[in-house]
């Protein structure tokens, strides 16, 4: 996978991930280009599209678009499998995910999709030991929260 990306109906960014170097402007560009792109297909056309050298992989769940780029000899319905598989994830934490719980959680959303994805390949297939290792560290930032806090009372 070269890149996800996630953004609104209106065609706001909500999350970016990128795993190739590219330039912001390029960034920006792509970006551009494939939420105009994205949105302006019809909702029966097919999630698949070939744009540049790579294929476009896309869904749509609720007001949220969830947008991958993969190489020519990549496969698209495991492509797809990997945005519901993150969907899945991201609902079992927030508990029935929307675009709200990305804005103002967006750290999670990233954190959760690198628990999930390195380097733009899944790294953990288990729903499980993904939130397993997320619930972890909720709870050391909990106790390195609560530890700050009491250092803080006593100066």
Request: net charge neutral.
């Amino acid at each position: 996978m070269q890149f996800m990306l996630l953004f609104s109906r209106q065609g706001k960014l909500r999350l970016q991930k990128w795993y190739v170097p590219l330039s912001d402007k390029e960034k920006k560009k792509i970006t551009r280009e494939l939420v105009q792109t994205v949105l302006a297909r019809k909702p029966k056309m097919c999630s698949f599209l070939e744009w540049r050298d790579l294929k476009i992989v896309y869904k749509r769940y609720a007001s949220l678009y969830f947008c991958c780029a993969i190489e020519d000899q990549d496969n698209e319905l495991i492509t797809l499998e990997i945005i519901h598989r993150y969907v899945e994830l991201l609902d079992k934490y927030f508990g029935s995910v929307c675009e709200l719980d990305i804005i103002f959680n967006f750290e999670k959303a990233y954190f959760i999709l690198d628990e999930f994805l390195l380097g733009g390949e899944v790294q953990e297939t288990s729903k499980k030991n993904v939130l397993k290792a997320i619930e972890q560290a909720d709870l050391l930032q909990e106790k390195t929260d609560y530890v700050s806090q009491q250092e803080f009372h006593w100066v």
